[in-house]
């Protein structure tokens, strides 16, 4: 019994060893996020719909659900830095976790969305 154990053990352990890590977006505050806007050197996208305003510099508006249908719009590079954000963070949030799945590397989202972005005092443009 003692020796089955220490095999099954020994098997979970080793099972463990190789795995690699999953790869993940970064969350960023409103205040990195235009510190970041200073310097842009990232594609900055506004996955919310409808419209209901965006932060300046955005380059594109690309519903968070449609990624996949905008295939000549997202970079090449799937190193390129990508921000995305919408009204509260879960869009973007769901946008960031398929963008890493199609396999971008450098997915970051805004935490909080407009929503923090304007509650920390920053302007939001709104047609």
Not at 47 to 63: L, N, R
């Amino acid at each position: 019994m003692r020796k089955g154990a220490m095999l099954v053990l020994f098997l979970s352990l080793a099972g463990c060893q190789g795995a690699a890590p999953t790869p993940r977006y970064t969350d960023i505050s409103p205040a990195e996020l235009a510190t970041m806007l200073e310097a842009k050197d990232f594609f900055f996208v506004n996955t919310h719909i409808p419209y209901e305003g965006e932060i300046a510099q955005t380059d594109a508006f690309i519903p968070y659900d449609d990624l996949q249908a905008q295939p000549g719009v997202w970079p090449e590079d799937k190193d390129a830095p990508i921000v995305v954000y919408c009204r509260s963070g879960r869009m973007s949030a769901i946008a960031a976790e398929a963008l890493v799945a199609q396999g971008y590397t450098r997915v970051y989202n805004l935490a909080g969305g407009m929503i923090a972005w304007e509650e920390a005092g920053l302007p939001l443009i709104r047609r």
